[in-house]
């Protein structure tokens, strides 16, 4: 079975425990403002033009079968610009792979993972609509003894996640907002599927598994004590004790949209400093939680 990535990235060590390789998978049904992924949200591979490399030379356009269709609806990523393009400012982002060819590439850092604990993490973009795909790479990992998680937004059927369930040992599931209008504003979708499958994530098959919630702090549309009570409120009330990270909004993949030919809507927005967090990490009392640089709080 083949699928859709965009990056294969080792040396992670903020995507689940020990030092880990995380795959990136093309495609999401979400379109959050702030996304620091921008060349995930398609699922089909796209042309990515790094502006500072280019020379003007002019060959991309003579290569262009449809005369120059770059960042144009005419544009189909067919790659023939970017071969030609020897200064390297042209790349098609996004290519196939068998899964066994990508658990046999992953296996190269068994002995680090070993050693630090670590293991294989499956990212996006939204991981999950490549189900199939998905299983298949689990399944293989676990046959290979590797720790394994999964970063998922869970805006997809229950019966997408169940199957995954026993393949997985850690779950990293987003919690945007609660109230529905605010998170459909944001990310183009209402967030009664992911409620539901976060309550979910506690029962049956998926009882027993680690489920960390990450709840991103973004300027403007949840950084507010409001909306992140409602979040803990829901947290507490789960049948389950999952961890929670805080993630504060950062604008460093501001020039990744020009990249793709996009605007990026979140700029200007400033990070949350350390006392904002330390407030807001205040109204989750009786959780865990901790966020990027501070130790956890309890």
């Given amino acids: 079975m083949k699928g859709i990535l965009f990056d294969i990235q080792p040396f992670s060590v903020h995507d689940g425990p020990g030092i880990r390789t995380t795959v990136f998978l093309k495609g999401c049904n979400l379109r959050c403002y702030w996304c620091h992924n921008p060349e995930s949200q398609r699922m089909e591979p796209e042309l ?25 609806e005419h544009c189909d990523a067919c790659g023939r ?40 993490t499956f990212s996006g973009g939204e991981p999950l609509l490549q189900p199939e ?4 790479a689990l399944t293989l990992c676990r046959q290979n003894g ?7 937004a869970a805006n997809v059927p229950w ?17 945007k907002a609660l109230d529905p209008e605010l998170h459909r504003r944001a990310t183009g979708c209402g ?60 604008g460093l993949c501001s020039a990744k949209y020009a990249m793709y030919g996009r605007t990026y809507a979140a700029e200007g927005l400033k990070s949350p400093g ?18 990027k640089g501070m130790e956890a709080f309890t």
Avoid: W
């Fill in 133 to 136: 795909f998905l299983q298949e």
């Fill in 191 to 250: 967030n009664r599927t992911i409620l539901d499958n976060i309550r979910r994530l506690g029962e049956g098959r998926a009882a027993g598994r680690q489920v960390i919630l990450r709840i991103p702090v973004i300027p403007g549309f949840n950084d507010n004590e409001q909306e992140l009570s409602r979040m803990a409120d829901f947290i507490r009330a789960l049948p389950y004790s999952p961890q929670v990270e805080l993630l504060p909004f950062h």
């Fill in 146 to 152: 590797l720790h394994t998680a999964v970063e998922t």
């Fill in 81 to 120: 610009c970017a071969g030609e393009c020897y200064a390297g400012a042209l790349s098609v982002t996004g290519y196939a792979l068998e899964a066994a060819g990508l658990v046999e590439r992953l296996l190269r850092d068994r002995a680090l993972f070993e050693r630090s604990g670590g293991g294989v």
């Fill in 274 to 291: 350390t006392e904002e967090l330390r407030r807001f990490s205040g109204l989750f009392s009786g959780i865990q939680i901790s966020f």
């Fill in 159 to 175: 019966a997408r996640i169940e199957p995954l369930l026993g393949l997985l040992d850690t779950v990293f599931c987003d919690l």
């Fill in 48 to 72: 990515c033009f790094k502006s500072n490399l280019c020379i003007g030379c002019g060959a991309c356009a003579q290569a262009c079968p449809k005369g120059g269709a770059r960042f144009t």
